[in-house]
C-alpha cells in the first residue's frame, strides 16, 4: 500500500533551536517526494521536492530509500517557521497523484 | 495575485442538498485537482482532469461528481451530501502531469 506517515502531529521547538520534521513512506517503486507547508491562514505551497536538492527557506530534506524516510530538517528555527507541514508521494510513473501524510504542525516560540 | 481561487470560502449545505464548490485559475495550468480534507487528516485526492480527460480515484464515492467546462474552471458537484461529507475541499492545478501543483485557499464545507 502507497502511504505516507508523519509521526508528530506538534513538534514544539524554541527560536534557534534545530528542527526535523519526519516522514516515512510506504512504496514499492521509486517515488518523487515532497514537503508542502502551510502558513496561518494561508494556502498549501511547496517547500521543496527531493529531486531539486536544494535548501528553501533554510529547510533541506534527503531521501533515503533504506529507511524509507524523507525528513525535513532546518538548523536553526524561526519564528516564521511556525505552519503545518505536510509530507507528500508522488508514485513513479503514471499521473500526478500526490498522497499527502497528515501533517505536522511546527511551533517555534520566541 | 491570487492564482487558483476557490469559491466560496465557507459553504453550508443541508443534509441530502446538492451543493457545488467552484474553482478557477488564471495559470491555463492544463490539469486540474480536487482533494478532500478531514479535520486532522491528510489531504485525499478525489479526481483529476488532465485537460478535458476525467480521471476518478477508485475509492471517490459516486456522490461526487466534478466538471471542466473550460480550462479555467472547474466544479465540484455533491450530489446528496451527507454529514460526514463535511471537509475542507482543496483546488490545484499543475502546467503538466509531472510539474508541482498549486493549491487553492480551499472551501469549507459544513452538511446541517
Known amino acids: 500500500a502507497q502511504r505516507v506517515t508523519q509521526p508528530e502531529k506538534l513538534l514544539s521547538v524554541f527560536k534557534g533551536a534545530p528542527v526535523e520534521l519526519k516522514c516515512n513512506y510506504s512504496?514499492?517503486?521509486?517515488?518523487?517526494l515532497f514537503w508542502y507547508v502551510q502558513y496561518s491562514r494561508q494556502r498549501l505551497q511547496l517547500l521543496l521536492r527531493?529531486?531539486s536538492r536544494e535548501s528553501i527557506k533554510g529547510f533541506t530534506a534527503d531521501l533515503n530509500k533504506g529507511e524509507t524516510s524523507f525528513h525535513l530538517k532546518k538548523p536553526f528555527a524561526q519564528e516564521e517557521d511556525s505552519a503545518m507541514y505536510y509530507c507528500?508521494?508522488?508514485?513513479?510513473?503514471?499521473?500526478?497523484?500526490?498522497?499527502f501524510g497528515a501533517g505536522t504542525r511546527l511551533a517555534v516560540h520566541p | 495575485d491570487a492564482m487558483v481561487i476557490q469559491n466560496p470560502r465557507y459553504q453550508v449545505t443541508q443534509f441530502g442538498k446538492p451543493v457545488t464548490l467552484s474553482c478557477s485559475q488564471t495559470?491555463?495550468?492544463?490539469?486540474m485537482y480536487w482533494y478532500q480534507q478531514k479535520s486532522s487528516q491528510a489531504p485525499k485526492l478525489l479526481f483529476h482532469?488532465?485537460?478535458?480527460?476525467?480521471?476518478n480515484e477508485a475509492d471517490t464515492p459516486d456522490n461526487f461528481q466534478s466538471r471542466r467546462p473550460n480550462t479555467s474552471f472547474c466544479f465540484l458537484d455533491i450530489r446528496s451530501p451527507g454529514l460526514g461529507d463535511a471537509a475542507m475541499y482543496l483546488c490545484?492545478?499543475?502546467?503538466?502531469?509531472?510539474?508541482?501543483?498549486?493549491f487553492g485557499d480551499g472551501t469549507r464545507l459544513s452538511i446541517l
Open positions: 482532469y488532465y485537460d478535458k480527460d476525467f480521471n
Open positions: 490545484a492545478t499543475s502546467a503538466t502531469q509531472y510539474q508541482p501543483q498549486h
Open positions: 495559470l491555463n495550468h492544463n490539469v
Open positions: 527531493h529531486i
Open positions: 507528500a508521494l508522488r508514485p513513479s510513473g503514471g499521473y500526478n497523484k500526490l498522497i
Open positions: 512504496y514499492s517503486g521509486s517515488p518523487e
